[in-house]
């Protein structure tokens, strides 16, 4: 069984910053990558980052240049480094875990309000 356990939301004011982890744990496996979504009030669920477990990463066109996926691949986690947050960026931001078996494991959602 594998967990994906996201933390780090809360609140925090237009233009500030905010960090978010993502801990995937478990029975032996090996990630192809891991992603982070996210799912504001009244929208679809949308992609924000993606990085591979050789470090490349992917951008969803809203957030490109404020914020930064990384990972630690020892621990099997992954951040999200938030800079310049608008309101919208509001929503409960979900991590997933792809193996190379093509098994995806979410994790239950951390919220973000970005309010002043």
């Known amino acids: 069984q594998v967990q994906v356990v996201e933390s780090g939301g809360g609140l925090v004011q237009p233009g500030g910053s905010l960090k978010l982890s993502c801990a995937a744990s478990g029975s032996r496996f090996n990630l192809q990558y891991m992603a982070w979504y996210r799912q504001g009030p009244g929208k679809e669920r949308e992609l924000v980052a993606t990085i591979t477990s050789g470090g490349s990463t992917n951008y969803g066109d809203s957030v490109k240049g404020r914020f930064t996926i990384s990972r630690d691949n020892a621990k099997n986690t992954v951040y999200l480094q938030m800079n310049s947050l608008k309101p919208e960026d509001t929503a409960v931001y979900y991590c997933?875990?792809?193996?190379?078996?093509?098994?995806?494991?979410w994790g239950k959602g951390t919220l973000v309000t970005v309010s002043s």
């Open positions: 997933k875990a792809r193996s190379y078996a093509a098994l995806d494991y």
